[in-house]
C-alpha cells in the first residue's frame, strides 16, 4: 500500500519560513492535500490540489509537489500556526482509498 | 456553508457494533458531492475509514473493509456508518467530512464525535 512520510516534528522561529514536507513514492504524480488540526479542534484543510488555497486561508500558506516529495511552506509563520499537519493523496493505484500521513508538529519558538 | 455534525454513543462494548450518524446542514446531500469517515485515536495521526461517493459508489479502508459499511439517507439529510466487532483499538475521536473533487479531499468536517471501546 502506499504510504506518505513526514517529519514528527518541526520548530521555526515567528517570522521565519516552515516548510513540511511529505514524501511518497512518485507522489508528484498525485494530487496532494494538507490540514491544519490544532488541539482539540477538528482539522482544516489549508491547501488542495497540491498548491490551492481555501480562500479563507492566509496566502502565507502555499504547497508544492514535484519527484518524490510535496511540500507545505507556511510563510512568516505566527504563533497561531503551531498545530498539527497532514498531508493527504486519494490512491488510485490499486484501490480507492483515502491515506493520510503521519502528520507534523509544528512548533512556533 | 456546510455544517456536519456527529452523533453516536459514546461508548461501546468490545465485540458490539459500533454506529454513527453525520447529520449534514444548509446543504442537500442529495444534491452531489462525496462523503466520508475518518477517525484519530487518542494522541495518534488521522486514519481514512470510509467513502460514498455521489453516484452511490462506496470505498473503504482495506484495513478495516470486512468490518465497515457507509450509507446515505437523502430523506433524513445524513450519512452513517457502521463498524462491527469492535476492540479496544477501534478507541478514537470519529470525524465526519464532506469529500470534494475527483482526487477526493475534505473540505468541510464535523468536530467529531469520542467513541470508547470498553466493557
Known amino acids: 500500500s502506499y504510504v506518505l512520510t513526514q517529519p514528527p516534528s518541526l520548530s521555526v522561529a515567528p517570522g521565519q519560513t516552515a516548510r513540511i514536507t511529505c514524501g511518497g513514492n512518485d507522489i508528484g504524480t498525485k494530487s496532494v492535500h494538507w490540514y491544519q488540526q490544532k488541539p482539540g479542534q477538528a482539522p482544516v484543510l489549508v491547501v488542495y490540489?497540491?498548491?490551492d488555497r481555501p480562500s479563507e486561508i492566509p496566502e502565507r500558506f502555499s504547497g508544492s509537489n514535484s519527484g518524490n516529495t510535496a511540500t507545505l511552506t507556511i510563510s512568516r509563520v505566527e504563533a497561531g500556526d503551531e498545530a498539527d499537519y497532514y498531508c493527504q493523496v486519494w490512491d488510485l493505484s490499486t484501490d480507492h482509498y483515502a491515506i493520510f500521513g503521519g502528520g507534523t508538529k509544528l512548533t512556533v519558538l | 456553508q456546510v455544517q456536519l455534525q456527529e452523533s453516536g454513543p459514546g461508548l461501546v462494548k468490545p465485540s458490539e457494533t459500533l454506529s454513527l450518524t453525520c447529520a449534514v446542514s444548509d446543504y442537500s446531500i442529495s444534491s452531489g458531492y462525496h462523503w466520508a469517515w475518518i477517525r484519530q485515536p487518542p494522541g495518534k495521526g488521522l486514519e481514512w475509514i470510509a467513502s460514498?461517493?455521489?453516484?452511490?459508489?462506496?470505498y473503504y479502508n482495506p484495513s478495516l473493509k470486512s468490518r465497515v459499511s457507509i450509507s446515505v439517507d437523502t430523506s433524513k439529510n445524513q450519512f452513517s456508518l457502521k463498524l462491527t466487532s469492535v476492540t479496544a483499538t477501534d478507541t478514537a475521536m470519529y470525524f465526519c467530512?464532506?469529500?470534494?473533487?475527483?482526487?477526493?479531499?475534505?473540505?468541510?468536517w464535523g468536530p467529531g464525535t469520542l467513541v470508547t471501546v470498553s466493557s
Open positions: 467530512a464532506r469529500v470534494l473533487g475527483s482526487s477526493a479531499w475534505f473540505d468541510y
Open positions: 460514498v461517493f455521489k453516484n452511490g459508489n462506496t
Open positions: 490540489y497540491d498548491k
